[in-house]
């Protein structure tokens, strides 16, 4: 299978994979407008801004006019409320819930937050090119006819989901309401570790700048396995699509050309190259995934550190005139360099399978240079296609 063929079916692989994966049902439940509660499967498609709902008797999709809410199974809960989308307009959307209560209630909406007092409502936006406080104001203010100042705190305050969720609760403990709270602490940081392996298919790409190396070919390729280590961090307080993930993989290329050159009416040179590396791989991406959920499809942007760890260069160059052989001498050496650096990009798909994730995981690198020296540049492109098992 040629490389343009392995490259269409691993496309079309992850294809058929970010399709599924869009449709990822979990246990849950919808609650419709007349405040009933059905169980059963639910997904939630932010490209279509619907809720997928399935059960033994049902599948629908609903968008948030059509429902009152959705939630998870010991998980988290949405309401669908009307917010302002302009002076004139309402926006109904579907919103996470944090803390309810008739009192005071508090949502999250994307990055921003809404704080619902009795049937008014206020939206405390996360402004990342201000560094202005107005939101505080908007909080004391709100929570001034229970708390105090120094029971606030609101200097010390972060517009975050832990630390407004412990205000809205302490204010409607404050009030004697009741109250329900669905903020779950997470751990700041997640760390998961997992092995790969897989083939990585090499290409050395040599560019002439002069008629000198004529015995080096244009093209070379190599196919072989590689296997490692893989350190995925997250911060789901922060983002739970968001991570980072490094790598450490060994692997090896193999390249080889032989090459005849004639030289004259009867002689002809012969050139032999053999170019074996063992490398050390550490590659750091920023890791996005395109939906949340058990089964998911994410891509990869990066870079890829390339250590040599080893190489062997073998030049064997010869003349035949008239069956006569001479060996040739004075070719400049083929000197490789120890450090390479190149870009990476990449596509995966993880199944989640309780505390264990499988997956596949296809990445494309242009490296910098490998030559240090010659009238040429040598550049390896490598496709790498890995198997993934990483502890959640």
């Not at 070379?220 to 296997?227: H, L, R, V």
């Amino acid at each position: 299978m040629n490389s343009s063929k392995y490259l269409f079916l691993i496309i079309a692989l992850f294809i058929n994979a970010a399709i599924y994966a869009q449709n990822n049902y979990k246990e849950g439940f919808i609650i419709t407008l007349e405040n009933d509660t059905i169980f059963g499967g639910v997904s939630y498609r932010s490209d279509l801004e619907k809720v997928i709902f399935t059960n033994n008797t049902l599948k629908a999709n609903y968008s948030s006019v059509e429902l009152a809410g959705y939630g998870f199974t010991n998980g988290e809960l949405f309401h669908s409320i009307a917010t302002k989308k302009n002076y004139f307009l309402l926006d109904e959307r579907f919103v996470q819930v944090l803390v309810y209560s008739s009192d005071l209630t508090l949502y999250k909406d994307s990055d921003d937050f809404i704080i619902k007092k009795k049937n008014e409502s206020f939206t405390l936006k996360k402004n990342h090119n201000s560094t202005t406080d107005k939101w505080r104001g908007v909080v004391s203010f709100l929570l001034s006819d229970c708390l105090s100042e120094k029971e606030v705190k609101i200097a010390t305050t972060k517009l975050d989901s832990r630390d407004l969720s412990k205000l809205v609760a302490k204010y409607n403990y404050c009030k004697g309401s009741n109250f329900t709270t669905h903020f779950r602490y997470k751990k700041w940081n997640n760390i998961s570790v997992g092995i790969v392996t897989g083939v990585a298919v090499s290409k050395l790409n040599i560019k002439r700048s002069s008629n000198g190396e004529r015995y080096l070919l244009s093209n070379y390729k190599s196919t072989n396995p590689q296997f490692g280590l893989m350190l995925e961090i997250n911060s789901p307080n922060t983002s739970k699509k968001l991570s980072y993930q490094f790598g450490s993989y060994f692997s090896t290329a193999a390249f080889s050309s032989f090459k005849s050159i004639p030289s004259g009416p009867v002689r002809v040179e012969n050139h032999s190259i053999k170019i074996s590396l063992t490398t050390l791989s550490v590659p750091i991406s920023f890791k996005y995934k395109l939906n949340n959920g058990k089964n998911s499809v994410y891509t990869l942007i990066g870079f890829d550190n390339n250590i040599v760890i080893n190489s062997n260069l073998t030049q064997k160059s010869e003349a035949s005139t008239r069956g006569v052989i001479e060996i040739l001498g004075g070719l400049e050496p083929f000197n490789i360099s120890r450090y390479q650096i190149g870009a990476q990009f990449g596509l995966g798909y993880l199944v989640s399978i309780g505390k264990t994730s499988i997956g596949i995981q296809a990445t494309y690198t242009q490296m910098s240079n490998l030559n240090a020296s010659g009238q040429f540049n040598a550049r390896i492109n490598k496709f790498e296609t890995s198997f993934i098992l990483k502890k959640n």
